[in-house]
């Protein structure tokens, strides 16, 4: 009778990190996708940009200056005369909400510096400018 020779299988002492791995990139496609819709504008602005950038994740007043020079308050365009009390009701339904200015990057500075000025004295305290990161 021959001795049986038994081969043990040994034991994995490692961790299968693969799993781990598919639902990190799941996570990352599906922040990606739902990053860009925080801030949802429906007029095309070419922003400027920089090298870093905040998020916000509140409820924000979204005011949008176009190439043109038209100024848009949560994608309805005001006339920059009807801008400061288009914003005291906008901040009266939403009191202390960020304001976002996006501005195009071609649009005349003076412009931008007028919706800032309207802005502080609409009684707006948290106010940003919205750039594009550089790559």
């Known amino acids: 009778m021959r001795g049986r020779t038994r081969v043990r299988a040994g034991l994995i002492a490692g961790i299968n990190i693969t799993p781990l791995t598919d639902v990190v990139l799941v996570l ?24 870093a950038a905040d998020a916000a994740a509140q409820k924000t007043i979204v005011v949008t200056i176009d190439s ?12 920059l005369a009807q801008l400061a009390p288009t914003l005291s009701a906008a901040l009266g339904k939403r009191p202390n909400a960020p304001v976002i200015i996006m501005g195009d990057r071609d649009v005349r500075y003076d412009l931008v510096v007028r919706v800032l000025e309207i802005a502080r004295t609409s009684g707006v305290n948290k106010l940003s400018l919205a750039v594009e990161v550089k790559k």
């Open 28 to 51: 990352l496609v599906i922040f990606m996708i739902a990053t860009p819709l925080l801030i949802r504008s429906e007029i095309k602005v070419n922003l400027p940009r920089t090298a």
């Open 68 to 79: 043109a020079g038209n100024v848009y308050v949560d994608g309805g365009r005001v006339a």
